[in-house]
């Protein structure tokens, strides 16, 4: 059979249990997800030379790490070429751009900065999403930034927040998408702390006074992101789930941004979205692949992965949900690390979007749970390959992992030279 006769008998296959493919495609080109640029320099960033802190590790010395905003745009620009689908772009502040001769700290940076990436971003009709970078700085004291007790310390890094409101802004308006701008930071303590709510509400005024920035609420989109402990902080983190999901309910306009490596190895984000769909009109996610604990492995085509595009789909929100990846490996071909994540949510998305949810919902709702069983375990084994093949077709992507040939091209002609 052809590609093409194999994707019709899948899709009559599909139909016979109320699947549309033909709409399932068409909506997942339409659906931008965000890729991280930080998965190609190891987080490195350009505008400092130290190494990273904050509870960040990498691991791994593979071959052709980025060095220059040059080599890290053009090994984006290969791993773009190998996806299907709608992007975005994620940046993080350190990934500011000087000219030669030129270097402003962390609380001074500009649009201008940024103009080489609002540029490459156009050139491919991507958005631009943002992150201000409280990680991996000389300024950042005993572990600490908006939470310190030191006031000069704070409110460094609270004018580092509102420069990063005025850029997020500007790239709003040059792309003409909205960016999402997360507000994530390593404050906590590597042993038991004697005040828990001290430094919390240091961090909360503090990111009060970075959200006091004025900005157009359609254009940025500000989220405050937990995390359950980090290296060097393993008793005890400022921004913990509770704290940034009351922040996130009790200030307008603050969104809850959910990674799911950052939390306890028992929880499950797929369970939280719509939890917190229930009471957000939206949210936003970092997508990433825990081992043990927030290791940010290369997202799978995994069960966690399809139980969170499937939570997203089922509840019809595709339009409420900002998707971002978020992982970091250094011991594997990093242009093969974005694609193979990359790749892996498109699927879980396509995937989600091939399930018959509202038969399924109409089957637990009627308490036909036996049913229910047998026909969630009979679609996994439905023609979904053939699905995706025809997805990437349209999309002009190789379908199979015959892809890796360009990477593996690309690793001699230029990685291995750098």
Known sequence: MTQKERYEAAKEMYAAIGVDTDAAIAALKEIPVSLHCWQGDDVTGFDHDGPLTGGIQTTGDY????????????????????????????????????????????????????????????????????????????????GLTLSSPDEETRKFWIEHGKACIRISEYFAKETGMPCVMNIWTGDGYKDIPADRMGPRMRYKESIEEILSEPFDKNLVKPCVESKVFGIGVESYTAGSAEFTLSFAATHEGCLPLMDNGHYHPTEVVSDKIPALLCFFPEIALHITRPVRWDSDHVVLFDDETKEIAKEIVRNDALGRVYMALDYFDAGINRISAWTVGFRSWQKALLSALCTPNQELKKMQEENRMTELMVWQEDIKTYPFGDVWEEYCRQCGVIADKSWFEAVRQYEEEVLLKR
């Open 63 to 142: 071959p052709g790490k980025a060095r220059t905003p040059e080599e890290l745009m053009q090994d984006m620009a290969k791993a773009l070429e190998l996806m299907p689908g709608k992007k975005k772009l994620n940046l993080h502040a350190s990934y500011a751009i000087f000219e030669e001769g030129e270097y402003v700290d962390r609380d001074k940076i500009e649009p201008k900065h940024f103009a080489k990436w609002v540029e490459f971003a156009k050139e491919r009709n991507m958005g631009i999403d943002f992150n201000p970078t409280f990680f991996s700085h000389d300024k950042i004291k005993d």
